[in-house]
């Protein structure tokens, strides 16, 4: 489905310089690449992904702690 948008003229050419710095085939396509990092942003998936190690839990919790 197509839609038509109004866009004031800078927003345009805004648009036009994203689509050509994400290399996208449509505005549509640079649009969806925008949302998608903007998305990605907040995403909290495999931010601890660098701390499974023990050593970076020494320390965390002690003996006591556990039942």
């Known amino acids: 489905m197509t839609t038509t948008v109004q866009i004031q ?4 050419e805004l648009l036009k310089k994203v689509k050509e710095e994400t290399k996208s ?3 549509d396509e ?6 998608l990092m903007r998305v ?8 601890l992904s660098g701390c499974s190690s023990k050593d970076n839990y020494k320390g965390v919790r002690d003996k006591r702690d556990r039942f």
């Open 25 to 27: 085939a449509s505005y």
């Open 30 to 35: 640079a649009i969806k690449k925008i949302v």
């Open 9 to 12: 003229d800078d927003t345009l």
């Open 40 to 47: 990605a942003e907040k995403s909290l998936g495999g931010y």
